[in-house]
């Protein structure tokens, strides 16, 4: 079961990001939390591997 409404669900869930990811979600569009998530996790993701290339020789 989901915690809360939709837009307590968004309050909690934007303190868990990157400011990074935040810029990047500001720019579109999205119907719903769901939405909002996956995006933020793609994002992430795609950074972290950004990161770890960066940190091989």
């Given at each position: ?20 990811t935040?810029?990047h ?33």
């Amino acid at each position: 079961a989901a915690a809360g409404t939709e837009e307590e669900q968004a309050k909690n869930f934007q303190w868990g990001l990157r400011r990074s990811t935040l810029n990047h979600l500001m720019c579109m569009s999205y119907t719903d939390v769901a939405q909002v998530a996956n995006a933020a996790r793609n994002y992430e993701i795609l950074h972290e591997r950004d990161d770890d290339d960066a940190k091989r020789p």
